[in-house]
């Protein structure tokens, strides 16, 4: 099998021609057709020669691969399904925005989480995404020269796949990379706290943290997370760091009737949240099948929100995007 030039770091790439007897100006025009002009294929590669091209390719592939399906909705929210081998496949979301263009990308293919409202993690694990498979899904897109920001919200944990994550990120992050700020790529993640620190002492990315319930003993009922990590240890690790300035933490926190929408429920989070730095984006949650809650009605989502803000933590209604096409937060399943 041929090793994939995708996700490999700029250096890297300088190397691989280095080794295959080119010169180290090759790896960089590499990088630059692969991370600045976002090539799929060899063809568009039109300043590396065709004798340095098929050396490359013997031992040598892109990585890159065509999604394999794509939905559109309604809001002009783009769904696209890749195949990232052994019958399992990945989607990510492009979210359009006024001047933005976001992509919730996947890093796993199913998740270990488990977490009883998300159908990502109702469907088990099937295996980590190389830094590869991650960032074909920068390039590999119609969108992919229109893209401004970057969520790693989309199928799988980040921090439980923090090698190729990280890998990834740096190439998006690197001068002779893709060259984009920290500031337009958020991580998501539901609190893997001994990865989150390494990920927070490397990284100015923003962060979003997966909280859906102040109470420890209900949060347990519905994220299996809350044992392994309790959410008081990830709040007291987002603490020891300054999100001030540059870098920003928010709490997600999706909404269901009767499970944590009352006055307990915000006055618990207002406590938990006090004197920290951070936002509450409040999301709509989206029916899926054999699950028993239903969304929290509109207007007990404005109270909640109102009781946050007038004590002190920012909270905003996140617009729902892609509900129709099964894009939404907790809807991706990865099927064909």
């Not at 897109?141 to 799988?156: D, W, Y």
């Not at 009737?257 to 936002?279: S, T, Y």
């Not at 007038?310 to 939404?328: F, K, M, P, Q, Y």
């Given at each position: 099998?041929?090793?994939?030039?995708?996700?490999?770091?700029?250096?890297?790439?300088v190397?691989?021609?280095?080794?295959?007897?080119?010169?180290?100006?090759?790896?960089?025009?590499?990088?630059?057709?692969?991370?600045?002009?976002?090539?799929?294929?060899?063809?568009?590669?039109?300043?590396?020669?065709?004798?340095?091209?098929t050396?490359?390719?013997?031992e040598?592939e892109?990585?890159?691969?065509?999604p394999?399906?794509?939905?559109?909705?309604?809001?002009?929210?783009?769904?696209?399904?890749?195949d990232?081998g052994?019958?399992?496949?990945?989607?990510?979301?492009?979210?359009?925005?006024?001047?933005r263009?976001?992509?919730?990308?996947?890093?796993?293919?199913?998740?270990?989480m488990?977490?009883?409202?998300?159908?990502?993690?109702?469907?088990?694990?099937?295996?980590?995404?190389?830094?590869?498979?991650?960032?074909?899904?920068?390039?590999?897109?119609?969108?992919?020269?229109?893209?401004?920001?970057?969520?790693?919200?989309?199928?799988?944990?980040?921090?439980?796949?923090?090698?190729?994550?990280?890998?990834?990120?740096?190439?998006?992050?690197?001068?002779n990379?893709?060259?984009?700020?920290?500031?337009?790529?958020?991580?998501s993640?539901?609190?893997?706290?001994p990865?989150?620190?390494?990920?927070?002492?490397?990284?100015?990315?923003?962060?979003?943290?997966?909280?859906?319930?102040?109470?420890?003993?209900?949060?347990?009922?519905?994220?299996?997370?809350?044992?392994?990590?309790?959410?008081e240890?990830?709040?007291?690790?987002?603490r020891?760091?300054?999100?001030?300035?540059?870098?920003?933490?928010?709490?997600?926190?999706?909404?269901?009737?009767?499970?944590?929408?009352?006055?307990?429920?915000?006055?618990?989070?207002?406590?938990?949240?006090g004197?920290?730095?951070?936002?509450?984006?409040?999301?709509?949650?989206?029916?899926?099948?054999?699950?028993?809650?239903?969304?929290?009605p509109?207007?007990?989502m404005?109270?909640?929100?109102?009781?946050?803000?007038?004590?002190?933590?920012?909270?905003?209604?996140?617009?729902?995007?892609g509900?129709?096409?099964?894009?939404?937060?907790?809807?991706?399943?990865?099927?064909?």
């Amino acid at each position: 099998m041929k090793t994939k030039l995708l996700g490999k770091t700029p250096d890297e790439l300088v190397a691989v021609a280095s080794g295959c007897g080119l010169k180290p100006f090759v790896g960089r025009q590499l990088a630059e057709w692969l991370y600045v002009k976002r090539a799929a294929d060899w063809s568009r590669m039109g300043n590396i020669s065709n004798a340095a091209k098929t050396r490359l390719q013997e031992e040598y592939e892109l990585g890159t691969s065509a999604p394999v399906g794509s939905a559109l909705s309604s809001d002009g929210t783009a769904k696209y399904l890749f195949d990232v081998g052994e019958g399992r496949c990945v989607e990510s979301v492009v979210i359009p925005d006024e001047d933005r263009k976001t992509l919730c990308v996947s890093s796993q293919a199913g998740c270990k989480m488990g977490c009883r409202f998300c159908m990502t993690g109702r469907q088990g694990w099937h295996g980590n995404l190389d830094a590869a498979d991650i960032l074909n899904q920068f390039i590999s897109i119609p969108e992919a020269s229109e893209l401004t920001n970057a969520v790693f919200m989309g199928m799988g944990e980040p921090l439980d796949n923090y090698e190729a994550v990280d890998r990834a990120i740096r190439i998006l992050t690197a001068e002779n990379g893709f060259g984009w700020s920290p500031k337009r790529i958020t991580l998501s993640t539901i609190g893997v706290v001994p990865v989150l620190k390494r990920f927070l002492d490397e990284h100015r990315c923003h962060l979003a943290v997966s909280l859906h319930n102040p109470f420890p003993e209900e949060r347990l009922d519905m994220m299996p997370v809350q044992k392994a990590w309790p959410l008081e240890e990830v709040i007291n690790l987002i603490r020891q760091y300054d999100f001030s300035g540059q870098r920003r933490v928010s709490f997600e926190y999706t909404m269901f009737a009767g499970w944590n929408d009352d006055k307990r429920h915000a006055d618990a989070l207002i406590r938990l949240l006090g004197g920290l730095e951070c936002r509450v984006n409040l999301i709509r949650f989206h029916k899926i099948p054999d699950f028993p809650y239903e969304c929290a009605p509109a207007v007990r989502m404005e109270e909640f929100k109102n009781r946050l803000n007038n004590h002190g933590v920012i909270c905003t209604i996140r617009a729902s995007r892609g509900e129709d096409i099964l894009a939404a937060c907790g809807m991706l399943a990865g099927q064909r």
